[in-house]
């Protein structure tokens, strides 16, 4: 349920009617009208003046097409919609206001109506005048209601006289009067489901009572000022409230059916006090799809004196007992006949075939009884608040629960936990503590136990610690739950079928709604759940794979290889998720049907070469990189090559080739990463490659102009003129100004110092750019520190780095020698010599940038103009041509930061292309 207004119909806030077979609402109003709306569509489909006063009530008949209206005009109105809605009958009788109406359910040819003319009575629909009129209120009634469930022919009504009665309509006689409330009773039903009376009142409160023994059970009162009507529906616990400042809905007692099944598949259950039983065999006899309804043919076995509460067959399902109403009986399971009953709030069988049971009382006291006598109490030195059975008997309290023994009934151990239940398996070696939120498997150390008591030892108040050792915690919330062998089947509060073996979760099936397990036939390798309408479905869980989990859980696996061929192949991927989760790789790899579970067994069992072949035939990227990766870290090299290059990894391609000195690799590589849109890998091979001209040529097509000028004047100065007119070309479409602030070196050298030099050393010194091998590295480490520019000032050019042979790449495998670059060191800051500003003519010149300018500068204001004989800046000394002055990057973040307030952006490295950054 939402909870949320679905329509409104601004007619009345008083009575209304569903009529569901029309998809009609009938209401009746203080304007003496009734109307009638499609709630579907909210058109009126009729209008009628009904009365001459209020009108209090409108029922509609639930099989003749007839609504009846009472009013305080003191008339009661039959109206047939098959008829235009015309009025065809008219009661009399009652002399004052008719308060409300009820059709008997039983009989719906006769109805009853209350009025505060202190009198309740009983009409037929083919007479005017009434049946009979029941007496006995002292003031006018207000409410009344016909019994629904069982053979009672009762009544019952509420009244201004702060009373409620039921009345026999059979003997026309009071048999029972409810006194409780301090204001009118404005309303009085009976509970379709349960064996309870709810009454309201305008004191504000709602009081439920036992509708055997007439008892108070429950107050409520929610502080929403008069309560003025109670409605429920069949088939559910929920009962709905209204009152002056709102509604209420709550649910009473639990909505899972009273039901059991015996190990033979034997079911029985209670619907109110009727007792009836089915049979699964008839159902599993033919073909069975999980999940859909079985179609059993139900038998009436008997009547229970209590209203049942819980219903339990004996581990041998000899017996049943039925809890309620604070009683047990029990029961024989075939005739149904009278065994054994008592006082109890609450019932539990023992593990143990030899019928003994422990009930606890209303008064606290956990009484236990062997071949249905009482044998004794347990004492305890708290109040038990729940029992539960099983191998040990277990009593709860409310921080904490104790187990005892049965025989003794000593205490075994203390928990301090505070379980909805408890759940056995039938050897009484393993059990489920259920909570709130999770639940705990636990195993029974019976040996240990035995042999402390044997000792003659006393236990303390919390028992024998090494009794119980916790194997597992699982966050799930139990609902209902059983033990098949050392496997816990269970059903969660978010409606799946699980089973728990091992540590490992295995969900059986999604459930569409609330399913309660009833048990497990071994025979028919199916789980048999029930629903609250009692409808009755199976899953299939095959008993061989249980024995197989249990098996290998014990380290049994001679008998686990022997159970493995009566497993069906749909189930074995089941069975190798579990091998796996245990540790036994080997033996899932052998098992599992799932290539991608081989798969990845293999790789962590390292069998590269079936890892390889299950690769091949799914040709999955991801597999190829996860076997790739693998043979990286064991050094199967080529292995490892063909695999990145299968799954398309360019970046593990990169790292092996870089690693291994593969410079054919690296070329291919970089054909492989152009063609692939890997930008990033692109430039990065052809850097390693020393191909400059390559790199400047894709920088280029990627629209990375200015980081190619850049490049250029590091690496391949001879460029940068035509990059610079490039650039200037590209900028000026964006920002003229700024277009207008690049310098050519060629143009203004008064800008670029040395930068003859810089051309001078490409030239002399390009072939050094060329591969060495790796051997030559001892020969070639000192000229990273070697300031070329400097030896070609001076013109002392040191001998060749290779012993005066220049070398050539010989050998594709060769390793790449990679120049690393020095920092640039810049010499003290000469001061300049201010000069004096010329004005300048109406010919226009050309704006240049900034003193200091190498490859480009945007001047923020731009400068004044300046002619090329304009003071040399302070000399710089480089190092080599493999880095930029600290003053170009300072001006270069200038010139960016410029561009950006003038709203000129640049586009992000290679677009998307994230795998390296330059």
């Known amino acids: 349920m939402r909870q949320s207004l679905v329509k409104t119909f601004e007619v009345t806030d008083l009575p209304a009617k569903f009529i569901s077979r029309k998809q009609w609402i009938v209401a009746g109003s203080d304007d003496m009208m009734i109307r009638v709306y499609n709630y579907n569509t909210m058109e009126r489909i009729k209008a009628i003046e009904a009365h001459s006063d209020y009108i209090r009530c409108v029922v509609v008949h639930p099989t003749q097409p007839y609504v009846l209206s009472c009013s305080d005009d003191m008339f009661i109105k039959l109206w047939d919609w098959e008829k235009g809605w015309t009025c065809t009958q008219v009661f009399e009788g009652h002399a004052h206001y008719v308060m409300m109406l009820v059709i008997n359910p039983k009989d719906t040819n006769t109805f009853a109506s209350a009025s505060l003319d202190h009198t ?28 629904i469930g069982g053979d009672k022919p009762y009544l019952i009504s509420g009244a201004d006289d702060k009373l409620v009665k039921i009345w026999d309509y059979q003997n026309k006689a009071c048999v029972q009067t409810l006194d409780g409330h301090t204001q009118n009773v404005s309303v009085a039903t009976f509970h379709p489901e349960l064996p309870i009376i709810i009454t309201g009142s305008e004191d504000g409160t709602v009081k439920i009572w036992h509708s055997n023994t007439y008892r108070l059970e429950k107050t409520l009162n929610y502080g929403m000022e008069r309560v003025w009507s109670i409605s ?38 209670a619907r109110h006090n009727e007792i009836q039983t089915v049979n699964v065999k008839s159902a599993s006899e033919g073909e069975v799809a999980d999940g859909e309804r079985l179609q059993l043919a139900t038998k009436e076995l008997g009547n229970c004196e209590v209203f049942p509460q819980s219903l339990q067959h004996t581990p041998n399902g000899r017996f049943v007992v039925v809890c309620g109403d604070g009683e047990y009986i029990i029961y024989t399971a075939l005739a149904w006949r009278n065994k054994s009953f008592g006082s109890a709030a609450e019932f539990v069988w023992s593990n143990e075939a030899n019928g003994e049971y422990a009930v606890r009382e209303t008064s606290s006291k956990v009484k236990v009884f062997k071949n249905f006598k009482e044998v004794g109490t347990v004492k305890t030195n708290f ?15 409310k921080d904490s629960v104790s187990l005892y023994d049965w025989q003794e009934l000593r205490i075994v151990r203390r928990i301090d936990v505070t379980p909805k239940q408890i759940y056995w ?10 909570c709130d939120s999770a639940f705990y498997i636990l195993k029974f150390n019976k040996g240990a136990v035995e042999q402390f008591f044997a000792s003659g030892e006393e236990a303390d108040d919390d028992g024998f610690e090494e009794a119980f050792e916790i194997l597992h915690e699982v966050n799930e919330k139990v609902r209902t739950g059983l033990w098949v062998g050392d496997c816990f089947i269970f059903t969660t509060a978010n409606n799946r079928l699980n089973y728990f073996v091992g540590g490992e979760t295995v969900t059986i099936s999604h459930l569409d709604r609330k399913l309660y397990l009833l048990g497990y036939i071994p025979r028919d390798n199916r789980l048999y759940l029930i629903d609250k309408q009692y409808n009755v479905v199976s899953y299939t869980l095959h008993l061989n794979i249980i024995n197989y989990q249990t098996a290998v859980l014990r380290g049994d696996m001679e008998t686990a290889s022997q159970i493995l061929p009566n497993i069906p192949n749909d189930h074995r991927n089941r069975i190798a998720q579990f091998l796996d989760a245990q540790g036994f790789k080997e033996q899932a790899l052998e098992v599992s049907l799932d290539p991608d579970h081989q798969f990845e067994l293999s790789v962590q069992l390292n069998q590269l070469e079936r890892a390889y072949n299950i690769a ?15 043979s990286f870290s064991i050094a199967k090299f080529d292995l490892a090559e063909e695999c990145l290059f299968r799954g398309g990894d360019l970046n593990g391609l990169l790292l092996l080739y870089t690693s291994t000195g593969n410079v054919g690799g690296i070329e291919k590589l970089a054909q492989q990463a152009r063609e692939s849109g890997k930008n990033n890998i692109t430039f990065a091979s052809l850097f390693l490659l020393r191909k400059i001209d390559a790199c400047i040529e894709l920088l280029c097509s990627t629209g990375r102009i200015p980081e190619a000028c850049f490049l250029a004047r590091t690496y391949m100065p001879s460029q940068v003129p035509r990059l610079v007119k490039l650039w ?53 480490a000192d000229d990273l520190s070697r300031d070329l520019l400097e030896e070609l000032r001076s013109g002392n050019v040191k001998p060749d780095v290779t012993g005066g042979v220049e070398y050539v790449e010989k050998s594709q495998q060769a390793p790449v020698a990679v120049a690393q670059p020095a920092r640039v060191e810049q010499s003290t800051p000469v001061k300049e010599t201010p000069v004096k500003e010329t004005p300048v003519k109406e010919t226009p010149v050309k704006e240049m940038p900034m003193k200091g300018t190498q490859v480009a500068a945007q001047p923020s204001p731009l400068s004044p103009l300046e ?28 010139i960016e930061a410029q561009m950006i307030e003038e709203g000129i952006t640049s586009p992000d490295p290679f677009g998307d292309d994230d795998e390296l950054s330059f």
């Open 120 to 147: 309740i009575k009983v009409w037929a629909f083919n007479s005017t005048t009434p049946n009979f009129t029941l007496e006995g209120h002292e003031k006018g009634v207000n409410s009344v209601e016909y019994y």
């Open 232 to 269: 429920h529906t069949r088939g559910s616990n929920a009962v709905a409230i209204g009152y002056d400042e709102g509604t209420v809905m709550i649910k009473l007692g639990k909505e899972r059916p009273i039901a059991s099944m015996d190990a033979n598949g034997k079911i029985i259950w």
């Open 383 to 397: 109040s038990p608040e729940g029992i539960f059975g099983g191998a040990l008997l277990a009593i709860r309290s």
């Open 425 to 434: 398996a039938d050897n009484g070696e393993h059990l489920c503590i259920a």
């Open 616 to 630: 091949k035939e799914n040709d999955s990227e991801q597999k190829w990189r996860q076997l790739g990766d693998l």
């Open 728 to 780: 200037k070309e590209d900028l000026q479409t964006v920002n003229p100004r700024a277009a207008e602030s690049l310098a050519d070196p060629v143009e203004y050298s008064n800008l670029f110092p040395d930068f003859e030099l810089a051309l001078e050393a490409e030239k002399k010194f390009s072939k050094r750019l060329s591969h060495l091998p790796a051997s030559k590295y001892s020969g070639v």
């Open 867 to 894: 002619t090329k004989s304009a003071p040399k800046p302070a000399e710089v000394k480089t190092a080599d041509l493999l880095d930029l002055s600290d003053d170009e990057d300072a001006l270069t973040r200038e």
